[in-house]
């Protein structure tokens, strides 16, 4: 039995004390490089004799780096210095006069006064705006920490003062500044939407994967472009943040650096009280096979380190948990010299040459520009895996009264007495009156620190953050080229999938656009019959193809190739959103325009991954998500969990993002080639999503005239074969199908004739509606207009039954222009296992359920015999006593 390690005790000090002497012989006559390959040699003949090994994720709680591998500062320390002091100041004006000006406003001092070094030390020497002709890196801000890259922004004459002033305010007459970073509030400014805690780390993995996906490709250059990712320690505990490690090491994203603000608080209190949230994060990184830099003391403490021969400081310094640290800021000198020094004579005996408040001022390394300085450089030079770089910092540094308190994160406005103390904390230089009236200040044009400022940036390639976006490089192809998909079905039919894959290869194989489509799959390509794709295009597999693939002999093998152009994500529909970001946002951030493609289970779409939607829609991606197995009854069998019924209400809550539900082949074409044309060629910011079912049918050949009225949301699909109309029927998807058979059934047993009408979307008849709507309540003195719906309805008579594989709430969104015609059918409530005639008639969706609502509701309407509906129940087969499955 082994001991476990809590309970070792020294058997031997003597033997103990020649095997520690001997290593120390040899770390000073052949080197560290020796002794560590002694170790590994000795672990190894440790292992093969059976002797357990400690499995370390830890090294000890101090810098990374050692100072003897330091390179000198290369900057103008003073002149940095006065930046810095000034963009504290200005970010910590621009907050505290606006919430005084307008209490509860909001914003946020104590982050950016955490993270400030972090970030001028990237601005200064690291941020690249450009590369020669190259687009630059991208910069994931902390987004809470938005007052100081505005402030920056300002003293870069960016910004104006006034602007400023209106931190906050957007919707004045004079242009304000967003809370945070928003390219769709900002558009020139900000690229990237950070601060939903936890979508900056996920985007940033795999916008540094797809930036290599895109070199690999041949369809950017090579450049030493970076990922930089700001992220806050409690934004660590997201399941987001931390999902995707392994792929950024599996990659080897040398382009990719986290950096961690370890100020050890998040909002109500500290991050790991009991424990350490560096070491916490260092273990886990180095485990998904990170490069971890920490950054935790600064050069203050490289003397006493070396100074402590007793190793009790490094031992203090691991005993002690993020809560006393925090204290120990809090509360200041005295107290640190007696409860972190005081516990060791030695350790005491380290600082009595200084004062407290020299204790007090003991740098944390995330404050000193030499040690961030070098770990950017190590991170920036280090080959082979992405890098993490853990600074330890203070919460809310240097704002007296605040600094390292539970409730800093919320200080939004500083007293008279505490404006005055962080303006001699940080020596800001100002005048006096700009001062007294907590003003901005920006140093006249050619003073040094203005003229400097200027030079880095320009060494760098401008300044940032920025966003442009490139010409429009696409034309859409013209429809005919999906003549398969307008031409109606043969035997044995397709699915509306399997009509898209057709419609996808037949896209990825055109000449001018292919190569710019981007199929994103979430490891259900199989599901989808899209294996094919494999095969013809390749999936992308940034080291090739390492083995044989078993199928190698087969037409449709597995092919991973480095230029392959599929992106088959595995099981994380948060990933291949990320990856979906990355291309739809391509743009922008590469000049280059992708059309991505992100196919997935509807079920998992925005209901999993809704927040990284409406990121998407904030950065202005473009691109089409693609809701496969759709429909709560379509998707038969696979029950509860797997059938969607409501991606389409959430869809409906973002606003950039146009959701159609097409039931024929021909119109999804139009909708995608329409979509093409919209967003690439006429450059309008906005996203579409499609479910696709798997219900084989005939698809018929397109009806003339139809485009537009598919892309607007209705068009009549199959008229009354004999005699005017007196009802309507509305379908969408396979349940259009379901509506046809209904008219049938109508004609034929009960003598009604009923137009069927095709509708593509309820969601955008919506809008149309609703943006009609508001032009005529502005404008009472005029003619009012007619929403589409209703002119597409014409002169259509009767009653409306509106059926679909979604809830009722989607069709329901059309009603208010159809005042008391609409009767909904929709599958509110859980799904099941069963198939789908079961599943049809569960939720009340069949041709049957559409055809004894008509009856009923003519009943109503005294338009038909109320005793013959009744009975028409009986006849077709639809309870009337059942459990509504709404509940079920
Ligand atoms: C998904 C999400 N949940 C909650 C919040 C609210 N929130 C904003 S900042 C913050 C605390 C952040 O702590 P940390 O990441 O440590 O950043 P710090 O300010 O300490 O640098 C929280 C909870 C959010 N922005 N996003
Ligand atoms: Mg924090």
Redesign the pocket.
């Known amino acids: 039995m082994h001991q476990k390690k809590t309970e070792r005790v020294d058997l031997d000090p003597q033997e103990t004390s020649e095997w520690l002497q001997a290593l120390d012989q040899v770390v000073e006559e052949a080197g560290p490089d020796r002794a560590s390959f002694l170790l590994e040699r000795l672990a190894q003949r440790a292992r093969n004799v059976g002797v357990e090994l400690p499995i370390q994720h830890n090294t000890p709680y101090i810098n990374t780096i050692p100072p003897e591998d330091e390179v000198p500062y290369p900057g103008d320390r003073a002149l940095e210095r006065r930046i810095k002091s000034l963009t504290r100041w200005n970010a910590m004006a621009m907050v505290s006069r606006q919430n005084k000006f307008d209490h509860g406003i909001g914003g ?1 001092i ?2 950016y006064a ?2 400030a070094t972090l970030f001028e030390v990237g601005f200064n020497h690291f941020f690249h705006a450009s590369y020669g002709q190259e687009p630059g890196d991208c910069v994931y801000f ?4 938005s007052p100081g890259v505005y402030a920056r922004a300002f003293l870069e004459g960016r910004l104006t003062a006034e602007r400023l002033a209106n931190f906050r305010h957007e919707l004045r007459d004079h242009p304000g500044l967003s809370s945070y970073p928003h390219p769709w509030l900002m558009p020139d400014f900000w690229k990237f939407p950070t ?5 900056a780390p996920i985007n940033a993995i795999y916008q540094a994967r797809f930036m290599r996906y895109l070199e690999n490709r041949g369809l950017i250059a090579k450049t030493p472009r970076k990922v930089w990712a700001f ?6 505990d ?1 399941p987001e943040s931390m999902g995707s490690l392994t792929l950024a090491s599996r990659e080897k994203l040398d382009n990719l650096i986290f950096v961690i ?1 370890c ?1 050890l ?3 109500d209190g500290p ?1 790991r009280g009991n424990g350490k949230i560096i070491q916490e994060l260092e273990a886990a990184f180095l485990g998904a096979g990170w490069n971890v830099i920490k950054v935790v003391w600064g050069t203050d403490w490289d003397g006493l380190l070396a100074r402590d021969k007793s190793g009790l400081l490094i031992k203090r310094m691991e005993e002690c948990v993020d809560g006393e640290y925090q204290s120990f800021k809090a509360k200041g000198g005295a107290y640190i010299r007696k409860e972190f020094f005081g516990k060791y004579p030695e350790t005491l005996k380290l600082v009595e040459h200084l004062s407290d408040e020299q204790v007090g001022k003991l740098r944390r390394g995330g404050h000193d520009p030499q040690k961030v300085f070098n770990a950017y450089r190590c991170a920036v030079e280090h080959k082979g895996q992405p890098t993490l770089i853990l600074a330890k910092t203070v ?1 809310g540094y240097g704002v007296a009264e605040i600094e390292a308190r539970n409730p800093t ?1 919320q200080q939004k406005e500083l007293n008279d007495r505490s404006v005055q103390l962080f303006r001699q904390r940080f020596d800001v230089q100002l005048p006096e009156d700009v001062a007294n009236n907590v003003e901005f200040y920006r140093p006249p044009d050619g003073s040094p620190e203005m003229s400097y400022l200027h030079e880095r940036r320009r060494q760098l390639g401008g300044y940032m953050p920025e966003r442009k976006v490139a010409p429009s490089q696409i034309q859409a192809p013209p429809l005919e080229n999906f003549a398969d998909l307008m031409d109606g079905s043969k035997a044995p039919h397709p699915s509306t999938t399997m009509a898209f894959v057709r419609l996808l290869t037949t896209l990825m194989k055109n000449p001018q656009i292919g190569k710019r489509v981007v199929p994103i799959i979430p490891d259900e390509a199989r599901t989808f019959g899209m294996e094919s794709l494999f095969r013809q295009f390749g999936i992308y597999a940034s080291g090739g193809q390492l083995y044989k693939p078993h199928d190698a002999d087969m037409f449709l093998y597995y092919k991973e190739q480095q230029d392959g152009q599929v992106l088959e994500e595995g099981i994380t529909e948060a990933g291949s959103m990320a990856s979906f970001t990355a291309a739809g946002t391509a743009y922008s951030n590469y000049q280059v325009e992708m059309i991505p493609f992100f196919i997935y289970y509807s079920m998992f779409g925005f209901q999993r991954v809704g ?1 990284l939607i409406w990121a998407f829609a904030d950065a202005r991606g473009k691109g089409f998500l693609m809701g496969g197995t759709a429909g709560r009854t379509t998707l038969a069998g696979e029950g509860l969990q797997h059938q969607d019924g409501h991606s389409l209400v959430l869809a409906s809550t973002v606003p950039t993002c146009a959701a159609y539900d097409p039931a024929y082949a021909y119109e999804i074409a139009v909708i995608v080639q329409d979509g093409i044309r919209r967003m690439y060629q006429e450059q309008e910011d906005r996203f579409y999503y499609l479910t696709l079912y798997n219900e084989n049918y005939p698809m018929p050949h397109m009806p003339e005239g139809v485009a537009d009225g598919i892309l607007k949301g209705i068009y009549k699909f199959k008229a009354a074969e004999k005699g005017k109309a007196t009802l309507q029927l509305f379908g969408s998807g396979p349940i259009l199908n379901e509506a046809v058979r209904a008219q049938q059934i109508l004609a034929e047993r009960y003598g009604i004739a009923a137009d069927v009408w095709s509708v593509t979307s309820y969601n955008e008849l919506r809008r149309e509606a609703l943006r009609t709507e508001r032009w005529n309540r502005l404008h009472p003195g005029e003619a009012p207009r007619r929403p589409y719906v209703v002119s597409a309805l014409g002169a259509a008579q009767g009653p409306i039954v509106a059926a679909t594989d979604y809830m009722k709430v989607v069709p329901d969104q059309v009603s208010p222009w159809l005042p008391g015609r609409m009767v909904t059918l929709g599958t509110d409530g859980f799904g099941r296992s069963e198939n789908r005639e079961y599943l049809r008639r569960h939720f009340e969706v069949n041709a049957e359920s559409i055809v004894t609502a008509a009856l009923s509701r003519l009943a109503r309407d005294g338009k038909f015999d109320a005793a013959k509906a009744t009975k028409a129940f009986e006849e077709l087969g639809v309870k009337t006593e059942g459990i509504d499955p709404a509940m079920a």
């Open positions: 946020h104590a982050t955490s993270i902390q987004g809470h920490a601060v939903s805690m936890g979508i992220l806050g320690d409690g934004e660590m997201e603000n100020n608080q998040r909002l991050v919460k994160h927040d």
